[in-house]
């Protein structure tokens, strides 16, 4: 077995956890609910609960103050092998309430039943106002040193490893809602250094809708859905969402990159992360340089297409979920770099003419390179994800020293919103107690008492000055590690409500992103303002939104307003000469495919050893291979993963062909609609098959056959020789020649531009 192969390491771990004879029948493939695989009768036996999976694992265990206790997390889980009540007394049974006989009335003395239901009651907390819908990852982060010179942030040092806690998220929708969504996602890092939380708290698009934070509420009142009818869900394409941005048109740039590629990402583990402000760090010697934040993916930025992103909402509304989970369970463990972008921190915070206090800018890596600092390695899923994911409390405001902020209005209001929010979402103040929240540095805060306290002080006296706790705690002093705010000057002015001049320019940054993209990417881009548009109800806001496409670019406001069947009109402000940044680009690079999910389509006439010699292959790249085969069970000695019925092509990034698939005894209408055709019985192959390799093709994805594939490719309507599509002599000599387009995310060629 390879050393250097993730999937095989991860299901060798799994295997040694299990007693009996090795991984299973499933061996390698991410997915399984629990540590062992259960018998198929009800265990009776008494014992103790089960450990979590190998690739699961919950906070560190640290006191509420912050101290390591070194106790096993299975001392926070469930224990003993009993059901108890909450008081740990033994319960004999708790399928019945406590009644008079077994028709009669429950009784109101059934303690067991009352605290059940009253605990169940109650198992809800408010989902967060904004990005309630997400999915985290435990981690480290490893400090090259490199920001060294410019932060004195010890977790910044060289060689410094910081345990961390990552969410991703969507903005828009409910806890419940689709992972695909077109939205801006949240990149949010907690990283317990040794001198307390340090929050990046950012998204994968590095501009904001709003330069100011009295405009959240209205931003997002007019993403959600309607107020009366609660529709749509997590949708930016209807009138209230388009209404305020085309009046607000601050909003354009942010909207620009939502309607891009960016708004619809693969995966979490092929996004790249912003901080999006601009931040302040201090060095050793009291120096400031101004600072933006990146999280660069080791595996490219990737994203779906429209369709496909649509199809999955339906089909894996968990995707993004899923994907992060399974990578991670598979030992295929995401990595990002984290890399700053440094200004010399002038008094008008300008750099190149770009004003760094409006969040609506951002600054041309071709300017301003950004330099790796370090390196984020997710390699543990949570073991519960209301404990962790649900209860992780992040804050712009959680600083380390070395790192500090600057004038943005939109930061200050975000400094001010996620300690009053938290208050509402987890029910008093002694959040930061919670496990997933703890600091891994000493608290002494003189903070005490409320709802949920779980630490328990000592002395008498929470306050300053003391002498009756002997003075303590004491403050630190620049040379005790305190958090020294800069001594930043700020300039003599009036009171006033309004923006500086220079957050007046709305479209230049967006026309200099649209001049950065290719022309697939401009193809996509248009597509979304087009579909977006045309899902408004009032022709008025299509008209507002054309005319702010045209003050970005004439050719887009064209294509859009020729789908939306309007006129295109002038634009109202001269166009901005801006020169294209092309790292804004996502297209046009090579990629690891660590994680990748390759779909290998078979029959039980099919090339079967090809089919497992393909799998191995598949296993050592690095990559995930799931059997489709035309009914659950065993294709010869091959677990199958998926049938016809329940595969869809949006699962996987490629598709191997090994023979042609006959026509399955349940491929037909009112089993399955996909097995509808009515030529189905004289099709060469199944139509779900048909349906996966015309989908996937559509899709841009890579298509191999063999052992009489090709009649599969033929039947879907591929042509043999298009772009990402191979016809070989084996599985594996399909897969290594396939192996360089899904590198590159799509065969690109096939989306040919206007
Ligand atoms: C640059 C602009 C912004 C970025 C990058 C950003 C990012 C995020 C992220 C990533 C989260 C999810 C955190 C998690 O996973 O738990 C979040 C939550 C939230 N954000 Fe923002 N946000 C921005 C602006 C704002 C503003 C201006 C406000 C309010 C004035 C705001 C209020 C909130 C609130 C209330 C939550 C929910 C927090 C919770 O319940 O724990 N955000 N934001």
């Not at 997390?73 to 009993?82: E, K, L, P, T, V």
């Not at 501009?207 to 869900?233: C, L, M, N, Y």
């Not at 073991?383 to 004038?407: K, M, R, W, Y």
């Not at 403050?475 to 001594?487: V, W």
């Amino acid at each position: 077995m390879s050393e250097s192969n993730p999937l095989k390491r991860a299901a060798e771990k799994v295997a040694d956890t299990l007693s009996g004879d090795g991984a299973g029948p499933q061996d390698g493939i991410p997915g399984k609910p629990g540590p062992e695989s259960p018998p198929v009768a009800e265990p009776t036996r008494p014992r103790d609960p089960l450990p979590p999976k190998p690739d699961q694992s919950g906070p560190d265990t640290v006191s509420p103050t912050g101290q390591p206790t070194g106790a096993d997390q299975a001392r926070f889980a469930q224990s003993g092998s009993y059901l108890t009540n909450a008081q740990g007394t033994r319960l004999p049974d708790t399928d019945h309430s406590l009644k008079a006989g077994p028709r009669g009335p429950v009784l109101l003395q059934d303690h067991h039943l009352r605290e059940k239901v009253m605990h169940f009651d109650h198992e809800r907390i408010p989902e967060r106002v904004v990005h309630a819908r997400g999915a985290a990852a435990h981690g480290v982060f490893q400090s090259y040193g490199t920001a060294a010179s410019v932060t004195k942030a010890a977790f910044l040092a060289e060689e410094e490893e910081t345990p961390v806690f990552v969410r991703f998220s969507t903005v828009l929708g409910s806890r419940g809602s689709s992972d695909t969504v077109r939205d801006t996602r949240g990149f949010a890092t907690k990283f317990y250094t040794s001198e307390g939380v340090f929050d990046l708290v950012g998204n994968n698009m590095p501009v904001f809708f709003i330069q100011d934070a009295i405009k959240f509420p209205d931003i997002i009142h007019a993403g959600k859905p309607h107020p009366d009818r609660e529709i749509p869900q997590a949708q930016s394409a209807h009138d209230t969402f388009w209404d305020f941005v085309t009046l607000h048109t601050e909003a354009t740039h942010h909207t620009l990159w939502n309607m891009s590629d960016r708004g619809i990402p693969r995966s979490y583990r092929t996004m790249e992360g912003f901080g999006v402000h601009t931040f302040r760090l201090v060095a050793a010697d009291g120096g400031t340089t101004l600072v933006k934040f990146h999280w660069k993916p080791k595996l490219g930025v990737h994203s779906l297409v429209w369709e496909e992103a649509q199809i999955i909402n339906g089909v894996d509304p968990d995707f993004h979920r899923r994907d992060l989970a399974d990578a991670i369970e598979a030992g295929a463990y995401p990595q990002w770099e984290l890399g700053i972008q440094t200004f010399p921190d002038t008094p008008d915070q300008t750099f190149e003419g770009i004003d760094l206090l409006d969040p609506t800018n951002l600054v041309p890596e071709e300017l301003a390179p950004v330099r790796p600092v370090g390196l984020l390695t997710l390699n543990r899923n949570p073991s519960n994800f209301f404990a962790e994911t649900e209860q992780v409390a992040f804050h712009v405001g959680h600083l380390v020293p070395g790192i500090d902020i600057t004038d943005d209005p939109l930061l200050a209001g975000r400094l001010f919103s996620y300690l009053d929010t938290q208050i509402t979402r987890l029910g008093g103040p002694n959040f930061p107690q919670l496990p997933i929240n703890r600091p891994h540095a000493p608290v002494n805060d003189m903070l005490r008492d409320g709802l949920h306290q779980t630490a328990v002080h000592r002395g008498v006296a929470p306050y300053r000055p003391n002498s009756l706790d002997g003075g303590c705690p004491f403050t630190a002093g620049a040379d005790t590690g305190a958090y020294i705010e800069s001594p930043v000057r700020v300039p003599e002015a009036t009171k006033v409500r309004e923006a500086p001049e220079s957050f007046a320019d709305h479209f230049s940054q967006p026309r200099r992103f649209w001049l950065s993209m290719s022309p697939v990417e401009r193809e996509h881009i248009i597509g979304a303002y087009t579909f977006e548009l045309s899902k408004c109800y009032e022709q008025a806001i299509r008209e507002r939104a054309l005319q702010v496409l045209a003050n970005i670019d004439p050719a887009l406001c064209a294509e859009v307003a020729a789908g939306l069947g309007l006129p295109a009109p002038e634009p109202t402000v001269p166009l901005a000469d801006v020169a294209p940044s092309p790292a804004l680009s996502q297209v046009g690079q090579s990629w690891p495919t660590d994680g990748r999910v390759i779909g290998i389509v078979a029959g039980p006439d099919g090339d079967l050893d090809g089919v497992r010699a393909v799998r191995d292959a598949v296993l050592e790249g690095g990559m995930v291979p799931l059997v489709i085969g035309p009914v659950g069970g065993t294709l010869g000695s091959l677990t199958v993963q998926r049938t016809y019925a329940n595969a869809r092509s949006v699962e996987f990034d490629a598709l191997l062909l090994a023979g042609t698939p006959a026509v399955g005894s349940d491929a037909y209408g009112a089993r399955d609609a996909k097995g509808l055709p009515a030529a189905a019985d004289r099709a060469p192959t199944d139509p779900r098959v048909s349906l996966l390799v015309s989908e996937a093709f559509r899709h841009g994805k890579a298509l191999g056959a063999w052992a009489g594939g090709e009649a599969v490719l033929d039947a879907s309507g591929v042509p043999v020789d298009a772009p990402g599509v191979v016809v070989t002599t084996s599985g594996t000599a399909a897969l290594e020649q396939l192996a360089r387009l899904l590198g590159e995310h799509r065969a690109w060629e096939r989306f040919a531009a206007a």
